[in-house]
């Protein structure tokens, strides 16, 4: 019977790995965290900010954010302007939907500073007719009645 060298070696490898092979220890695999926040290390946290900082590539503006200086005045009257549309829109609103009941809304001719409103009432509905005096931009809504 041959026997070649070849079969006698891998006989011996596999002999001497299954010997070896008792002897293996482990351990368990234990995880910790690294972010102090999720309760790792509380001296990992300048770690992780400095390299976030590092990462960031956004850059803050050298000068802090400075509000725009605004008039009183000026704030004042274009809160009274808007007041006075948001009135007017109510009114022309409810007088459409008839809530007013016999009286209606009237017709009528307001100026403010930079717009005139004309405001027509008839059998069909309400005319709401907003001009820009600066601009001469018109612009006109009708409103049925419901």
Not at 116 to 139: C, P, Q, R, S, Y
Request: proline fraction near 5%.
């Amino acid at each position: 019977m041959k026997v070649s060298v070849r079969s006698v070696v891998c006989s011996i490898a596999c002999i001497l790995f299954l010997i070896s092979s008792g002897t293996v220890l482990a351990s368990q695999l234990i995880w910790t965290p690294i972010n102090p926040a999720f309760g790792g290390s509380p001296f990992n946290g300048a770690w992780l900010l400095s390299s976030a900082q590092i990462q960031n590539k956004l850059t803050m503006p050298r000068e802090p954010y400075e509000r725009p200086e605004t008039d009183p005045i000026e704030d004042f009257k274009e809160g009274l302007n808007r007041q006075i549309f948001y009135q007017l829109s109510r009114r022309i609103i409810e007088g459409a939907f008839g809530e007013f009941g016999e009286e209606g809304i009237e017709s009528g001719h307001y100026e403010l500073e930079e717009y005139t409103i004309d405001i027509v009432v008839d059998i069909g509905g309400i005319k709401v007719v907003l001009v820009d005096v600066e601009t001469g931009n018109e612009t006109i809504i009708e409103i049925p009645y419901y």
